[in-house]
Nanobody, 127 residues
């Protein structure tokens, strides 16, 4: 079992920045590829970003590419999502997710590929 706790959400004006954190506990963090998803009101949850267990590979949704950066610190059991130049359409509940994998360079972008989820953190971007 892996427990995930997100933090860092809040209210920000358009053009501003936030950094989300996701702290993991319970298992060896470096054995897990990590992902970020979000769900806006009335919409399905969607992929945002992912990072391989060895942090050698990252992948982003087109909607956030160039604005968001996903990173991880395996020594701190934490994955981050740096969000810059935020837009009102980025408003959503953001979730981190974990998937155990034997492959250090692989990342995952499908919701069903992840077995562990955090409770989410709200990000609201005002115009």
């Amino acid at each position: 079992q892996v427990q995930l706790v997100e933090s860092g959400g809040g209210l920000v004006q358009a053009g501003g920045s936030l950094r989300l954190s996701c702290a993991a506990s319970g298992r060896t963090f470096s054995d897990y590829a990590m992902g970020w998803f979000r769900q806006a009101p009335g919409k399905e949850r969607e992929f945002v970003a992912s990072i391989s267990r060895g942090a050698t590979s990252t992948y982003y949704a087109d909607s956030v590419k160039g604005r968001f950066t996903c990173s991880r610190d395996n020594a701190k059991n934490t994955v981050y999502l740096q969000m810059n130049n935020l837009k009102p359409e980025d408003t959503a509940v953001y979730y981190c997710a974990a998937r155990h994998t034997a492959y250090s360079g692989i990342h995952y972008y499908k919701e069903l590929e992840y077995g562990y989820w955090g409770q989410g953190t709200q990000v609201t971007v005002s115009s």
